[in-house]
């Protein structure tokens, strides 16, 4: 059975939570009536976590390094479990593969592997029915014979972004642009006059 570590499993990392004395606060401030306040707190928290979504995605896919793609499709997997529930936007990040563990310590220089990097030394591309070996032919890039979902396969490693510790960098960027987004949505659902009072009612609790 694969071990995994309980550093990459998959938990909350950032949420804001709306309660009623944040409503009626609110609803002071502005001068609306709390109900108003209460709906527009619903669909600014929908639209954070819309929002916030995309951004992690993005990052995921750019600096995480991809050999079968695994890894990046179980984080952001992860990432879209993220939920709101009685007024509580909660963003997961995690995953259950087991090789995590030692790729998030990898140096950038074994992380990164640029398509244009020309490999002079040999492989041999294998007939996977009859497992045999083929013909040698002159490695094009940074080619390896990987397991695939169960199968083995040859992958061309392609991720000239990947970052060094990427998984603490995405935990950060999470709590950076969750407090951004919310603050943006704020912005542009109430008077300029208030928003400042607004965006301080707010705030992420960072895990």
């Not at 109900?35 to 992690?56: H, P, R, S």
């Not at 390094?65 to 529930?85: E, F, Y």
């Amino acid at each position: 059975m694969p071990v995994y570590s309980a550093d990459y499993t998959p938990r909350t990392y950032a949420e804001i939570r709306l309660t009623q004395e944040k409503y009626r606060e609110i609803s002071s401030l502005t001068h609306m009536p709390l109900a108003v306040v209460m709906k527009y707190g619903d669909n600014i928290l929908d639209k954070t976590l819309e929002q916030t979504l995309k951004d992690i995605d993005k990052n995921i896919f750019k600096y995480v390094p991809k050999a079968t793609g695994q890894l990046r499709t179980s984080l952001s997997k992860q990432l879209h479990h993220s939920n709101i529930s009685n007024n509580r936007l909660q963003v997961k990040l995690g995953t259950f593969v087991h090789y995590m563990k030692y790729v998030a310590n990898m140096s950038e220089s074994k992380l990164r592997h640029p398509k244009s990097l020309v490999q002079k030394s040999l492989i041999r591309k294998r007939n996977t029915r009859r497992g045999k070996k083929g013909s040698a032919i002159l490695n094009p890039g940074m080619w390896r014979w990987v397991n695939y979902y169960g199968g083995a396969r040859w992958v061309l490693l392609n991720d000239p972004q990947a970052q060094h510790n990427f998984f603490s960098q995405l935990v950060l960027h999470i709590k950076t642009q969750l407090e951004l987004n919310l603050a943006n949505e704020i912005r542009s659902t109430f008077p300029s006059g208030k928003r400042r009072a607004w965006t301080d009612k707010f705030k992420v609790i960072k895990k």
